[in-house]
């Protein structure tokens, strides 16, 4: 069964961090282009940030870039998502989606693509 989790979401203070981890299993992540997006209440989907298969490649939102990192461990089929200096407009639900190979990360997180997806993680920040 092909299948991504997400996880290390939670409540947060503004100006606090949070790292989310997206596991596979079923399939291997190496041929595969990753992203995270997240959804608030009554907003739409959005790509917050994608890696490429070899990690050469990533984009951010320009909301995020200088708060957010990627990265990826393919040994450990993990991808990750370092949140510094977390503000209350970032609470979201978080989902990771793995994109095959043929699409520039910043066409995955803008046009929100992915092949599959996970269920999502809550990030809540608020004093």
């Known amino acids: 069964q092909l299948q991504l989790v997400e996880s290390g979401g939670g409540l947060v203070q503004p100006g606090g961090s949070l790292r989310l981890s997206c596991a596979a299993s079923?399939?291997?992540?190496?041929?595969?282009?990753i992203g995270w997006f997240r959804q608030a209440p009554g907003k739409e989907r959005e790509g917050v940030s994608c890696?490429?298969?070899?990690?050469?490649?990533?984009y951010y939102k320009d909301s995020v870039k200088g708060r957010f990192t990627i990265s990826r461990d393919n040994a450990k089929n993990t991808v990750y998502l370092q949140m510094n200096n977390l503000k209350p407009e970032d609470t979201a639900v978080y989902y990771c989606?793995?994109?095959?190979?043929?699409?520039?990360?910043?066409?995955?997180?803008?046009?929100?693509?992915?092949?599959?997806w996970g269920q999502g993680t809550q990030v809540t920040v608020s004093s």
């Open positions: 989606a793995a994109e095959p190979l043929g699409s520039t990360v910043q066409a995955m997180c803008v046009l929100r693509r992915g092949r599959y």
């Open positions: 079923g399939f291997t992540l190496d041929y595969y282009a």
């Open positions: 890696i490429s298969s070899s990690a050469g490649s990533t």
